[in-house]
Structure formats: structure tokens, C-alpha cells
């Protein structure tokens, strides 16, 4: 509208209104400019899911010019996808994630894996401090007096009631080597009894024989020590009778009594 052939202040911001909403191309949505059903230019929250764990998601979409043919939507009264470098603005999207938190498959899993690794650990703890593991793992394949006959192979059995009389089938398939006494009976301190050539004595009348019939202990100054060393020779086992608890000492004052008396009489 002319006013003395000047446009009045009106009719000027009618003419500059839309050229400058033309015009304006900035980040985001012109003003009157809505978008597209389905888009909003602003930020969205959802819920995601992972393998593992679920999280708050927040979407964040914006439009900005990049330009005539460059982009692939177009400024309309909403945006349009209109195909890969067809438009003039490009979609942004910013997506970040928080609160992560696991999902509840994971917490049962861990759950399952821990109870499994705490439930091995406690089987093999018992299988270590149990009687028959011990002594099958930690004795040698020649100790036999290591957990006698606990977790024993077939190997150690047979060189034990070989070399020393121990562990012996019932069958006799197996023998003691010569000079090698067998064990008769069960483990029982100076009680426990060796077979040797035929003869079945317990450890401590072996010990009190040997202090006086064996040719080789009577020349030696300390026959008792002597008796019980020959005697372990042949029965390993005895070794649980005590050379103190044999009474071989006893035996030998009383033989030395006797000889006294013998000689001057």
C-alpha cells in the first residue's frame, strides 16, 4: 500500500514476512514448519536391549540445510523423505544411552555360573582333604607305609607285597621276595605280626629272638638295636612298634642275670 508513494510499515513487514520465512534455513525447523507424522524435531526416550544388559535410550532428531540437491528431504509444511540427494536438508540423529542396568536372562546366568563355580570348588576342596585322596596323590608309588592300601594302584600293590610284604593279595597270586616277611594281620603297633619262612610272630617276639639267636646281632655291643634293625629289614611294618616297647632290654638283663648266676655258680 502506498502512502504518499512510500509502502506503509504494515504493508512492508507483509512483503518481508515470507521472503524472510523463505529464506531462513536454520538448524532445525523454520519456524511454522512441522514435521513429518511419525518425526518431531526434538528428543525421544525408549528402552533398548542388548545381549547382556538393557539401557535408557534417547534419540535426538534434527534437519539442517546442506544445501539445494545435496541432502535427501525437503522443506515443506513437513519433511519428506524424497530419495538420496533429492532434497535440500539432511536428518540428524543423536542418540545417547544411560542407566545401563542388566537384563534379567543375565542376572540368571550369572547367578547359575556362580553357583556351578562355587559348588566345583567345594567338591574339590572335599576330594583334597579326603583320607583316600591324600594319600593316593601324595604318597610315592615305593612308600608303603604312606596310606597303606588307600588308592593304592595295581602297580604299588605289587612291588609293596613284593619288597615288603604289604598289600598282598588274598589269592597269594603275588609273593614276597625271599627274605621279605609278609604282613598277617592288621596294623597294630608291636602287636602286628610278620610271616617269615613259615613262621608267624608279632614284631616285638621277633625283635626279642633276633637279640639272641641271630648269629650277626650277638657280636654286635648293642644287640637290642641291632635285633630291631634286622627285623625292620624284614618286615617293614614293624616299624610302628618302638624299639622301647619291645622289651627287648628287659630280655637282655635277664639273659645277662642268668649267665651271672650261671658262672658262679
Known amino acids: 500500500r502506498l502512502v504518499g508513494g512510500v509502502l506503509s ?31 518431531w524435531n526434538g528428543e525421544e526416550e525408549t528402552v533398548t ?26 522443506q515443506q509444511q513437513v519433511y519428506n523423505f524424497v530419495g538420496e ?20 536372562c543375565t542376572m540368571i ?9 562355587a559348588s566345583y570348588a567345594v567338591v574339590q576342596y572335599l576330594a ?24 593304592w594302584s595295581n602297580t604299588k600293590k ?4 613284593q619288597n615288603h610284604g604289604m598289600g598282598c593279595p588274598p589269592d597269594m597270586s603275588i609273593q614276597p621276595l625271599p627274605g621279605v616277611g ?6 597294630q603297633g608291636c602287636a602286628t605280626r610278620c610271616e617269615l ?17 641271630e648269629a650277626s646281632v650277638k657280636m654286635s655291643p648293642n644287640k637290642c638295636q641291632a635285633a630291631y634293625d634286622l627285623v625292620l629289614q624284614q618286615c617293614l611294618f614293624c616299624s610302628q612298634c618302638p624299639l622301647e616297647n619291645t622289651g627287648c632290654a628287659a630280655t637282655a638283663i635277664r639273659l645277662f642275670e642268668m649267665h651271672n648266676q650261671t658262672v658262679h655258680a
Open 182 to 187: 609278609k604282613l598277617v594281620s592288621a596294623l
Open 49 to 74: 536391549t542388548g545381549l547382556f544388559c538393557v539401557a535408557d535410550q534417547k534419540v535426538q532428531t534434527d534437519y539442517t540445510y546442506v544445501g539445494e540437491g545435496r541432502g535427501s528431504f525437503t
Open 128 to 151: 583334597a582333604s579326603s583320607p583316600s585322596s591324600s594319600s593316593g596323590s601324595s604318597c610315592g608309588e615305593q612308600d608303603c607305609m604312606c596310606g597303606f592300601h588307600e588308592g
Open 109 to 117: 546366568l550369572l547367578a547359575v555360573a556362580t553357583v556351578g563355580l
Open 197 to 213: 619262612k613259615g613262621v608267624s610272630a608279632d614284631c616285638s617276639a621277633r625283635v626279642n629272638f633276633a637279640s639272641t639267636e
Open 9 to 39: 510499515t504494515a504493508a512492508l513487514a507483509e512483503v518481508r514476512a515470507p521472503l524472510s520465512s523463505e529464506r531462513m534455513m536454520p538448524h532445525g525447523h523454520p519456524p511454522g514448519i512441522s514435521p513429518r507424522p511419525g518425526e
Open 158 to 161: 605289587t612291588w609293596c607285597c
Open 85 to 104: 540427494q533429492q532434497g535440500s536438508f539432511d536428518r540428524n540423529e543423536v542418540k545417547t544411552y544411560s542407566h545401563w542396568r542388566p537384563r534379567l
